[in-house]
């Protein structure tokens, strides 16, 4: 089995936000894949599916983005997973737009969603399913950045992003992290 946690905030009026890419990602993949209804547990929802015949548990925390990390610990600890069974799907400002790169390890680069997982799971050794959303230009203005919706001219990129992640994703739960993102960068580069 297989932990995939969408990183975002709860909030309603947030679900738009740049910051909120993983929801959309984890969303896009249990809808694709026909995942069980979401239902609460572990301070936040779950659903249940398969994907390429590997069962999955799709996890959005709902304790904001900053705490994270405590939907993620129980959800781990009572499916005894390890943290290389466990991939966390976030914004990423060092790529540009529709971009993605999958990783495992590796620093939380700032990313206080990131920076709660290492904390409670105690390492770092987990995926990462880095979504590209592209930096503001300077750092004073990366956190109106990340918590602004994304804009109407964002939606035919944002739309093929997570259609290729939700197509794609039976190459991630395989392991096969190259052929993951460049079927994501082929199926991206047909949209653009």
Known sequence: MQLWVGLGNPEPGMARQRHN???MAIDRIAER??????RNRFKGLVAEGSVGGTKVLALKPMTYMNDSGVSVQPAAAFFKLAPADITAFHDELDLVPGKVRVKRGGGAAGHNGLRSMDRVLGS????RVRLGIGHP???D???GHVLGDFHKVDAPWLAA???AVADAAGLLAAGQMEQFMTKVALATQESG
């Open 21 to 23: 890419i993983g929801f």
């Open 33 to 38: 894949h026909g995942f069980s209804p979401w």
């Open 124 to 127: 770092p050794d987990y995926w």
């Open 137 to 139: 230009g300077h750092k």
């Open 141 to 143: 203005r990366v956190h």
């Open 161 to 163: 992003l997570l259609d």
